[in-house]
């Protein structure tokens, strides 16, 4: 077990190259068993614990997959079980994406049900909707989904609520199912977007995504292909918003500013100063930042994987801040560890009510969860004195070298066994 040690206080000045996307490439990879010829090559893939994960999830399924740095080779085309049901699978929220894609290229999977993040309830009723609409049957026994169809058949489904996993999923069903798949009320997040482009690029015929509206054309097979993944809209948020806490004057290399737009209008009103340009963002801060509202909501909607790193920086705004998280039901157990460092916050519901304080101040906390623990991070980075975060293997999910990035900025802050 290990933990991080922050000596907070200091400013943070300099370059930081912002990963591949997570929620990206935690897709793509599973997409890659689609390819029933060829070697899928995808690059700019964050070297974290669930890729890690996925791995070995595809390995079990009889894939050939080689990683350098941040680059993977996957050969799908001996693929021998369809049924997902190691550990692994369990550790993770992505693990669901190899229903979509075992079902759509053997007509039957069994996966076990996902992990992932304890941020409130997390149904797949859209999902198993989806699959069902295509003409398979599903059944859940002994903690798995199973499913199992025929053939599967384009048709419409309009999604009762927008999800990301269940966009992508029923998208993944779809490539290989006879006729037109029309998904309405889809997601329109970037890593949507850039799951279709990598389907298209194995010879898919999927159109709209970046809509609510995403049209699939099923063909008869899909290879391997080149893909790049995009750059990770969360990471960057976390560091733009620990510029902002901590102050100074950072440069975030191989981003989307376009994606980060909602963010950077919140920091923006706080007082900070944001500047786009080509693939990079720069991020100035210094002290006096007002406190803002947010109210997390589907993209172009400000992103709820971002409130949390978001509410540890306004709990050090002047004056008050409401969050109203609409996506997750418990997604503020943060807020009990930033209370032991002075944040000053009241939590009704889905709603935390924000007074600024001046300073937070050191304290040993512990995180719960991915963006839970980033958001502590920040808090330890900004507050005056020690901080000791626990539960960093939550972290080490989707962050890549968090401490070291920060050390490079200029933090305090190391990696210590517990
Ligand atoms: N929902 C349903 N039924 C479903 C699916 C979702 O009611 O069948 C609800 C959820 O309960 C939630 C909302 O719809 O209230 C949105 O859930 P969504 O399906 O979009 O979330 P997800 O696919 O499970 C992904 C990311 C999350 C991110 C959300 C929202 C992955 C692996 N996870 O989860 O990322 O918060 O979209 O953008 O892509 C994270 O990275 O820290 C993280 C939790």
Redesign the pocket.
Known sequence: MEKLVINGGNPLFGNVNINGA??AA?AILPAAILASKGVCTIENVPNIEDINCLEIILEYLGCKVESSCNSIKIDSTNIVTTNATIPEVRNM??SYYLLGSLLSRFKKARVELPG??P?????????IKGFEALGATVTIEHGAVNLVAEKLVGTTIYFD??????TINIMLAAVLAEGTTVLENA?K?P?VVDVANFLNTMGANVKGAGTDVIKITGVDELSGCNYSVIPDQ?EAGTFMIATAACGGDVTLNNVIPKHLESISAKLLEMGVEVVEDEDKVIVRSGNNLKGVNIKTLPYPGF???VQQPMSTLLTMAQGRSIVNES??ESRFKHIDELKKMGANVKIEGRIAIIDGVKNLSGANVKATD??AGAALVIAGLSAQGKTEVEGIEHIDR?YLYIEEKFKALGADIRRVNI
């Open positions: 997570k929620n935690v929220r992505a992932g993040c941020i409130g309830d997390r149904p797949i009723d859209q999902h609520v927008v999800s990301v996993g269940a997601a997040e890593h969360i992103p709820t994987d996506i997750y991915l963006r989707g």
